[in-house]
């Protein structure tokens, strides 16, 4: 079975400081990684995703994240937060060899203050 | 628009009755999901429809939901005889989904597009 655990489900930082979120997962095989982000009243949108190569994805809106399989972990970041990235955040799992759905972190919601 | 489109994007209803959500795929896409997010549980999935492929139906929490795929586009999810817990946001989400031979590395084919979503209260 695999699971996503994302530490923390709100998340402040100041505008212009780092944002790190948090997601670990569990799989016995190298999953598929993506992050979505979801502004108020809106679907899910893609940020980025790992699927094989690089480790450091990038993806949009300045985010990125890597992929340490040592760590099971796929933490996203942004060097510096905007107002707007104000939103919450979902980290996902894919298993590469059996079945197609996504499984969902619990989301972390990211505020920041002026 | 090219994005997956679900209707309604409200629907308010009494325990009891039958519901239907609707879900419209970006074009050319085989594989389309639901998903369920609710307070309590988060982002749950419900259904996957590949292709003619049989649909996953792991994720259905209930015989009283139900999905179907016309004409591998279109997708359709009921609700009969709802009750209050199954007020929640109904996503759709849609993929190109897999097509014969080995899988791609890197390949766009994985990545899931979400629609807005129908949001379910139930009275």
């Known amino acids: 079975a695999q699971s996503v655990t994302q530490l923390g489900s709100h998340v402040s930082v100041s505008e212009g400081a780092l944002v790190l979120l948090r997601c670990n997962y569990s799989?016995?095989?190298?999953?598929?990684l993506f992050w979505y982000v979801q502004y108020p009243n809106q679907g899910l949108q893609l940020l980025l995703k790992?699927?094989?190569?690089?480790?450091l994805v990038k993806g949009i809106n300045g985010f990125e994240a890597e992929f340490k399989k040592s760590e099971t972990s796929f933490h996203l970041t942004k060097p510096s937060a905007h107002m707007s990235d104000a939103a919450e955040y979902f980290c996902?799992?894919?298993?590469?060899?059996?079945?197609?759905?996504?499984?969902f972190g619990g989301g972390t919601r990211l505020m920041v203050k002026p | 628009g090219a994005g997956v489109s679900q209707s309604p994007s409200n629907k308010v209803t009494e325990k009891g009755k039958d519901v239907e959500l609707r879900c419209d795929p970006i074009?050319?896409?085989?594989?389309l999901y639901w998903y369920r997010q609710s307070l309590g549980q988060g982002l749950e999935f419900l259904i996957y429809?590949?292709?003619?492929?049989?649909?996953?139906k792991s994720g259905l929490p209930s015989d009283r939901f139900s999905a179907e795929r016309t004409g591998g586009s279109v997708s359709t999810l009921t609700i009969q005889r709802t009750q209050q817990e199954d007020s929640a946001v109904y996503l759709c989400?849609?993929?190109?989904?897999?097509?014969?031979?080995?899988?791609?590395?890197?390949?766009?084919?994985?990545?899931?597009?979400f629609g807005p979503g129908t949001r379910l209260l139930v009275l």
């Open positions: 790992y699927t094989t190569g690089a480790t």
């Open positions: 074009s050319g896409h085989t594989a």
């Open positions: 989400a849609s993929s190109l989904g897999r097509g014969g031979g080995a899988r791609t590395s890197g390949s766009t084919q994985e990545t899931q597009y």
């Open positions: 429809f590949q292709g003619n492929s049989a649909p996953d």
């Open positions: 799989s016995s095989v190298p999953p598929y």
């Open positions: 996902a799992v894919r298993l590469n060899n059996a079945g197609n759905m996504l499984t």
